[in-house]
T-cell receptor
Framework: EPEVTQTPSHQVTQMGQEVILRCVPI?????FYWYRQILGQKVEFLVS????????KSEIFDDQFSVERPDGSNFTLKIRSTKLEDSAMYFC????????????FGQGTRLTVV | SQELEQSPQSLIVQEGKNLTINCTSS?????LYWYKQKYGEGLIFLMM?????EEKSHEKITAKLDEKKQQSSLHITASQPSHAGIYLC???????????FGQGTELSVKP
């Protein structure tokens, strides 16, 4: 069964450092998303991406965040200068269409900023 | 902005018992998704409901959508320890593919 793959599964970084979280979406999907879940809180939408550009982003997704599809398979989330409050589980998701459809989620990357 | 409220927040049931989890939206639902999350892991898609009155089942889990009440319920029959985890409802509120999630319902099943 096709799946969304995320690497690494766990990353520890020092405050102020840049991190790149990687995702390999399902191959025939066209819409890509990043969500995050701070421990004990709701899963929150960060950004959606389609046709090599951001479709929508939340208030959380400020200038410190960026997304990229550097090649035909990877989809990355970069945090330029990490803060303690960026510590969370980050989920990548992909779907075949924009409207109501089944989004497949990756297993997540647990980011710990120290 | 749309909010999803789940109830109860946590639930402990004896193995074999039935249970129901509710998800209520503050706005019109265009699609309602149920996911299961095991502790510290990813979200596993369970079901998607699109139309009012729609009901879907997967093994012993049934979900219904009441469009008028802007509510969905997830029902588990004869619960098993494997059903334990956090159940999340999500909604595609603006039909843009962005999912809004409820806070989750933590289910524990006692053998």
């Amino acid at each position: 069964e096709p799946e969304v793959t995320q690497t690494p599964s766990h990353q520890v970084t020092q405050m102020g450092q840049e991190v790149i979280l990687r995702c390999v979406p399902i191959s025939n999907h066209l819409y890509f998303y990043w969500y995050r879940q701070i421990l004990g809180q709701k899963v929150e939408f960060l950004v959606s991406f389609y046709n090599n550009e951001i479709s929508e982003k939340s208030e959380i997704f400020d200038d410190q965040f960026s997304v990229e599809r550097p090649d035909g398979s990877n989809f990355t989330l970069k945090i330029r200068s990490t803060k303690l409050e960026d510590s969370a589980m980050y989920f990548c998701a992909s779907s075949a269409s924009r409207t109501v459809s089944e989004a497949f989620f990756g297993q997540g990357t647990r980011l710990t900023v120290v | 902005s749309q909010e999803l409220e789940q109830s109860p927040q946590s639930l402990i049931v004896q193995e074999g018992k039935n249970l129901t989890i509710n998800c209520t939206s503050s706005k019109t639902l265009y699609g309602l998704y149920w996911y299961k999350q095991k502790y510290g892991e990813g979200l596993i898609f369970l079901m998607m409901l699109q139309k009012g009155g729609e009901e879907k089942s997967h093994e012993k889990i049934t979900a219904k959508l009441d469009e008028k009440k802007q509510q969905s319920s997830l029902h588990i029959t004869a619960s098993q320890p494997s059903h334990a985890g956090i159940y999340l409802c999500g909604a595609d509120g603006n039909q843009g593919g962005k999912l809004i999630f409820g806070q989750g319902t933590e289910l524990s099943v006692k053998p």
